[in-house]
């Protein structure tokens, strides 16, 4: 909905608020036009059933509003003598209209000094879960929230398996924008597969389903920095249409809203008003190589030709650095019917493994310049592909650029999807919002996203730009590292536990420290209740 559609919707909410609770509020001592104010309502309400003034802000979180609601209901029953089951249940089942019905058609018998502690083990235990639930989905929303890499396209600087906390502060924590969701899931409810939230992911009926009008319009609090180039981001897929990120063929696309689109981590490689291009393998910015941090780790695909020799799997993995490549069904490295390994390597590792006496030969497979590789903007007679790619611009907000048959394709999407224009093509003339148009002028900055495993990831070479309305935060913190290959302790990757994302060099662990500092904790906390016992 639009900013003045979900003002009128606010309105009526406070309408039918009104007409249902304003005999309770005149019963609890208050005036009747006190129910219909917008927002000192809720904190009048608030008086009346006893709980603290700051629960009102909670009304107006999406997400968190969703579990307040019920609980406010509830309360509010509660505050008039309704304490049963059968009470919670109707109060809930109807969505708070049984209040409707205690209104109108019961005395009132307002409980002002109510006890506002748990009746019994049951409610308090609810009590409590709820709280937790509350404040999780808070931190989870607006501050930090974990994450799993899920592919290896940044491998070797972050590895499958690696749980991250991902920081929402630092570019500025985006608010839902779908009010009706489950809290803590992204876009599935874990174990059953099914959609978390309420949306029609028919793209056919994307405008036209009630189910739809519920979008809060994008709204970002203000950042603590700006995405610097080079830096590792989490954001939202901005061309998913997949139903499961592990099916590219599925029967149909699904339309998605954006903070319901697949989590992505890569390394933003172009900011905005950069200038990209990729030639043999290699990226330049602004006509210059690009300048990578030294924990970056880029990997293409090699040909290691040992004619047919077979090399020991232990040394691949942990002398030359292969965690990627041609394998055989038992998981191993295998040998092509040239003789030849297809490794995953950086240079580094290619030098090395080109020093072993039985590698005959060492050679980066590259796509040559001119080949279509399919990839963006998907136009064949460029020649582009995911090695010899560019140069293309990455819009910058207020840049205004010549829009013309030959540019529109770079920023089709931008224009129709991301920036939500009406776009129409009559012979040579391009229409947006029913106005001709040589120019287009950007609404909000877009970045160039790719995986340091440079031929084995699925990035914007494929997909185009990244919106920053797309920008989810950014990964600064692995709490464990776990790799599902090795046997028992094994699988721990230790030097990765409690250690941070994008430091340069290798990541250092600091378990041992934080062991050490809560042990010190419960060590001094027993010794602060020995000497408190002593005093008294």
């Known amino acids: 909905m639009t900013l003045n559609q979900w003002f009128l919707f606010f309105l009526i909410i406070q309408v039918v608020h009104f007409l249902g609770t304003w005999k309770l509020y005149e019963s609890a001592g208050r005036k009747r036009w006190e129910a219909v104010i917008p927002v000192y309502n809720a904190i009048v309400l608030m008086k009346i059933i006893g709980r603290p003034t700051w629960w009102t802000v909670l009304l107006f979180i999406p997400i968190i509003n969703l579990i307040m609601f019920p609980v406010i209901w509830v309360e509010t029953l509660r505050s008039f003598g309704k304490k049963s089951y059968l009470d919670t249940f109707l109060g809930i089942i109807t969505f708070g209209f049984y209040i409707y019905y205690i209104n109108y058609t019961q005395k009132l018998d307002y409980k002002a000094d109510r006890s506002l502690h748990p009746e019994n083990k049951t409610a308090d235990t609810i009590s409590s879960l709820l709280f937790a639930i509350i404040v999780a989905t808070l931190v989870h929303t607006y501050l930090i929230q974990p994450f799993t890499i899920p592919s290896s396209s940044l491998e070797k600087t972050l590895y499958i398996g690696d749980y991250l906390f991902v920081s929402k502060l630092n570019f500025g924590a985006r608010t839902p924008m779908t009010t009706i969701a489950l809290p803590m899931v992204h876009d599935s409810i874990p174990f059953l597969g099914v959609k978390s939230y309420l949306f029609d992911d028919d793209i056919t009926k994307k405008e036209t389903s009630i189910f739809n009008k519920f979008q809060l319009p994008y709204f970002r609090f203000p950042s603590i920095e700006t995405i610097k180039r080079n830096e590792i981001v989490v954001f ?163 840049k205004t650029i010549k829009l013309d048959k030959k540019t529109l394709p770079f920023y089709k999407r931008i224009i129709q999807e991301y920036e939500k224009n ?115």
Not at 288 to 298: D, G, H, M, V, W
Not at 475 to 492: A, H, T
Request: proline share 5%.
């Open 236 to 398: 939202n897929q901005p061309a998913d249409t997949l139903l499961d990120m592990d099916n590219f063929k599925p029967k149909r696309n699904y339309y998605k809203p954006i903070d319901k689109k697949t989590n992505l981590v890569k390394r933003c490689v172009g900011i905005p008003g950069d200038s990209l291009e990729i030639r043999e393998g290699n990226i330049y910015i602004n006509g210059k190589p690009a300048k990578l941090p030294e924990s970056a780790k880029l990997q293409y695909n090699f040909f290691v030709n040992t004619q047919g020799t077979s090399m020991d799997q232990n040394s691949l993995v942990n002398m030359y650095g292969a965690r990627d490549g041609l394998k055989n069904g038992n998981g191993d490295f295998a040998l092509t019917n040239n003789g030849e390994y297809v490794l995953t390597l950086t240079d580094n590792e290619a030098n090395r493994i080109a020093n072993n006496p039985v590698v005959k030969g060492v050679k980066k497979y590259l796509l040559p310049k001119g080949e279509d590789g399919d990839v963006f903007p998907h136009i064949h007679s460029l020649g582009w592909n995911i090695d010899n790619f560019g140069p293309i611009y990455i819009p910058k907000k207020g």
């Open 422 to 536: 009406t776009l129409l093509i009559n012979g040579d003339k391009i229409i947006i919002n029913g106005k001709p148009v040589s120019t287009y002028t950007f609404k909000q900055d877009y970045y160039w996203m790719m995986g340091d495993n440079r031929q084995n990831s699925l990035d914007a070479r494929f997909w185009g730009y990244v919106p920053f309305d797309h920008i989810v935060g950014k990964p600064v913190f692995i709490w464990f590292s776990w790799d599902k290959d090795e046997k028992g302790l094994q699988k721990i990757r230790w030097n990765r536990v409690f250690s941070f994302v994008n430091r340069n060099g290798e990541p250092k662990s600091y378990l041992i420290h934080f062991l050490i500092a809560f042990a010190a904790f419960f060590v001094g906390e027993y010794f602060w209740k020995k000497r408190k016992e002593k005093n008294n």
